[in-house]
């Protein structure tokens, strides 16, 4: 029998390979759903590509790549041990060879049974894919880690009896205001700032100052004492200790770690010091009622990586949504594309995992309910109740945190920013398919009014969402927030415990009248006085997106800079009309400034030349010699060099590299630099378009182009994305993200290079819902417009201090009753706390 397997496995030989130094073996979950070795089916592993495949792709892989060879992992849970978390389980691995079409199965330890020619190279694979580390697993960097070792000085520490107490919160340093990085000195009770970092953060180094005065060598750091110990430092010895007495230590001053509130509640990080977070944590997450999970499509929670609760909820919500609940059944395997250009194929791999994740939502497939055997044996053995275990983000989350400084890392991230992260690259790989941001995108009407002339001008951007202000001066508890201010400063100079705190209660209408007030402009230049003056800026809703996002605008900076939350709460209304807010346009009674572009400030060596604000020839231009001859001592030309760093702004040889990179490939690259003349027509410019003119004979500034091309956009491209935006830079790279390149004839580029577009906007104030058609897409947005009516269908809501820590749930409305999702927790909502969410999620009524 074992040579009739080996003389099956012999035409296949070339195919099995042995995975090389950086390859990465799929061998915990399956590459497009989230089947893996514990599934019903087990995990097929590739013996060529390294791919897993659950049970319903591999068929699918086999036929499309002809590879014949597999390793089924399965895992069976041999015995559950349950520690105090109830996570341990033991299992019981079992991993085979299949061969395809027939499924013919070669259990690995009887590979040793085949002939010596199949064994020795087979066995060889088959170790190193089952010893491979899985691609999923995180790789935690390796580093080296001293154990701390007890302080000399903590068993025969002397503590004066100076009778100081130190009050269980309220802190700060007695040599200056600083209220964190506090050290408590443990032979006199004095509390001091830590040392300066590097990056302006920490103190003013007045514990280390105490030390050289008195030497007194040990010191805990306040805000780490917990009923497990606490974060001890000696000064004498110049590094973190032991004190295995801390807590008698602690006691002399009237602390006592036993009522310490620990520092983390349900694996997420809170604040010791506030009371109100724990509220907020209780209130939020529905904490102490008997929740119902839910189980069945829609009903999959998802698993918090950590720290990733950010993305769990976000996604959860916008797979609520039906427009990106459609790419969830677009599952496109990516080894089935043949298009040889990268870019497809990264796009592929978006898509693929979007569909992905959205498909492990969305099938119900891992959210069943246990079986009634299991739920008897429970009840018996008075265990937990059972919970899904909700599917892993990890892919999604590798592929959309790629090369993002922060969305990379494993700290918690503000949800609102890495939503329209993931609306930008929606918006970026839905170029010749369907784009389900469309639902969210409309337009805003900005009005500028110079206050002194009375002229205004009206130009249209391109939003996702809006962000309303939280008026305090307009909460109805108003004189109780007073109130209790008063006694916290009353506190804090005494050293007494703070009182309870109050929440601001804010009506949502007078967050909404905050958002639509008038805000000055900065800088203002006037095209009517054709000088700098006062101007004031309204926006209104151009046109009404199908499904409105609103954040409300919690988080705030602290006189340290780092984001701090407001404790507020709004009350949100399940309906909305915006309606009033729909722009009107320009006014009969209006005047319009003229299209007219400020003066280009020359440099000094220059102040002694006529200049006219319209009439001008550029200069030398100023270039960074010294970046320039960095460049070319690499080898490139002395020419191309200055020109990198002129395109560039004179930002350093990095970005100069890059712009070379960029553009070496082109006819003139080492030709010398050349600006083109900068003076216009002398007669006047205007345009019908929203936007206003474009200035100076109707060309963008060619270090704006080069810019934007240097980034790898093409010029043509980016000519129009700096006419569209009146050659503002970051306007023109979302409208670059917003218009998809399509391909077209030269003749048709070069018109759209210099003829002005007129219908930009030509639909934006139609009251009837419509969608702009793909063939639309130079001539400006797809948008979705409509009436300004909305009912509330999901929020998204934070817990903690900062954005920078705490924890996010999202609640969702299906099928008419409030749904709470928590991690990997899915259950009914009892009491949905829409009062204290952070972003808001409305879908468009019909019309009536």
């Not at 953060?201 to 606490?230: C, Q």
């Not at 983390?264 to 010091?273: F, M, S, T």
């Not at 639509?516 to 006085?529: G, I, K, Q």
Request: aromatic share 8%.
């Amino acid at each position: 029998m074992a040579a009739d397997l080996g003389e099956l496995l012999v035409p296949y030989m070339p195919t099995i390979r042995v995975p090389r130094t950086g390859d990465r073996v799929f061998k915990s979950e399956c590459a497009f759903s989230f089947d893996s070795p514990e599934s019903e089916g087990g995990l097929y592993v590739c013996m060529n590509t390294f791919l897993g495949f659950g049970r319903e792709h591999v068929e699918r892989h086999y036929r499309k790549t002809g590879q014949s060879v597999y390793m089924h992992l399965k895992r069976h849970v041999k015995e559950l041990n349950r520690d105090f978390n109830g996570e341990d389980y033991e299992y019981e691995d079992e991993a085979k060879l299949v061969i395809f079409p027939d499924h013919f199965e070669i259990p690995l330890p009887n590979i040793e049974e085949l002939p010596a020619l199949v064994s020795e190279s087979v066995t060889i694979a088959c170790d190193a894919v089952l010893n491979a580390s899985s691609a999923y697993k995180k790789q935690e960097p390796e580093s080296w880690e001293e154990e701390i070792q007890v302080s000399k000085h903590a068993r025969s520490l002397r503590q004066l009896d100076n009778d100081v107490r130190i009050p269980p919160n309220g802190w700060k340093c007695q040599k200056c205001e600083m209220r964190e990085n506090l050290w408590l000195n443990l032979t006199d009770g004095a509390v001091l700032c830590g040392k300066w970092f590097f990056d302006g953060s920490g103190g003013n180094g007045h514990a280390l100052e105490h030390f050289r005065e008195t030497k007194y060598p040990l010191a805990v750091k306040l805000d780490t004492i917990t009923p497990d110990g606490a974060d001890v430092y000696s000064f004498e010895e110049e590094e973190a200790v032991l004190d295995p007495q801390v807590s008698e230590h602690l006691s002399h001053f009237g602390i006592d770690m036993l009522q310490m509130q620990k520092r983390v509640k349900n694996g997420h990080h809170i604040d010791n010091n506030t009371r109100t977070r724990v509220s907020e944590w209780e209130v939020i997450q529905e904490s102490g009622m008997k929740l119902k999970a839910v189980y069945g499509s829609g009903y999959t929670g998802v698993k918090n990586l950590g720290n990733s609760c950010y993305l769990g909820t976000v996604m959860q919500v916008l797979f609520s949504i039906p427009d990106f609940q459609r790419i969830a059944h677009c599952h496109q395997v990516v080894s089935e594309t043949n298009n040889p250009n990268k870019t497809l194929i990264h796009l592929s791999v978006f898509l693929s995992c979007r569909a992905k994740l959205g498909h492990g939502l969305l099938s119900g497939l891992y959210s069943k309910p246990p079986m009634k055997s299991e739920l008897i044996e429970q009840v018996m053995k008075e265990e937990h109740k059972h919970q899904q275990k909700g599917v892993s983000p990890r892919m999604l989350k590798a592929l959309v945190s790629r090369g993002h400084p922060e969305f990379c890392s494993n700290r918690q991230q503000d949800a609102h920013e890495f939503l329209l992260h993931i609306i930008n690259l929606v918006e970026r790989n839905s170029a010749g398919s369907e784009n389900p941001s469309d639902a969210f995108r409309f337009l805003v009407e900005e009005r500028v009014q110079c206050c002194q002339s009375r002229r205004v001008r009206y130009t249209q951007r391109v939003d996702y969402g809006i962000q309303v202000p939280t008026p305090f001066e307009a909460a109805t508890n108003r004189e109780e927030l007073l109130t209790y201010e008063a006694k916290r400063k009353e506190a804090e100079e005494n050293m007494r415990a703070p009182p309870e705190p109050v929440r601001a209660r804010i009506p949502f209408t007078a967050c909404l009248q905050a958002f639509t007030e008038p805000e000055n402009v900065p800088d203002f230049w006037s095209s009517a006085l054709q000088a700098k003056s006062a101007g004031v800026k309204t926006c209104r809703f151009a046109s009404f997106p199908e499904y409105l996002i609103v954040q409300i605008k919690k988080f705030t900076f602290g006189v340290d800079w780092v984001p701090k939350k407001l404790d507020v709460a709004i009350d949100v209304p399940d309906f909305l009309d915006l309606n009033r807010l729909r722009a009107a346009g320009l006014q009969a009674s209006e005047e319009e400034l003229p299209d007219i572009m400020p003066p280009i400030v020359l440099p000094e060596d220059t102040r002694g030349m006529s200049v006219c604000p319209l009439a001008f020839k550029t200069q030398t231009p100023e270039i960074d010699e010294a970046a320039a001859m960095q460049l070319a001592e690499m080898g490139f030309p002395l020419e191309a060099c200055r020109k990198a760093v002129y395109y560039t702004g004179n930002m350093g040889p990095e970005m100069a590299f890059n712009w070379i990179i960029a553009h070496m490939e082109e006819p003139d690259f080492a030709e010398p630099l050349t600006l083109p003349s900068m003076i216009p027509d002398p007669s006047p410019t205007t345009s019908d378009s929203p936007m206003g003119a474009t200035p100076l004979g109707n060309s963008p500034p060619e270090e704006s182009v080069s810019i934007l091309t240097s980034m790898g956009f093409p010029r043509n491209h980016s000519i129009q994305a700096l006419k569209a935006t009146n050659n503002n830079l970051e306007r023109a790279l979302d409208w670059i993200f917003t218009h998809p390149e399509v391909e077209e004839s030269d003749t048709l580029s070069e018109m759209a290079d210099t003829e002005p577009n007129d219908n930009t906007f030509s639909n934006a104030n139609s009251h009837n819902d419509f969608m702009l058609s793909p063939d639309r897409e130079t001539s400006g947005p797809r948008i979705k417009d409509g009436p300004g009516r909305y009912e509330l269908f999901a929020f998204i809501s934070h817990m903690g201090a900062s954005t920078m820590s705490g924890h996010y749930v999202c609640h969702i409305k299906k099928e008419g009753r409030w749904v709470i999702y928590n991690d990997h927790k899915v259950c009914l909502s009892e009491r949905p706390p829409k009062d204290l969410g952070y972003i808001y999620f409305y879908h468009r009524l019909p019309s009536s």
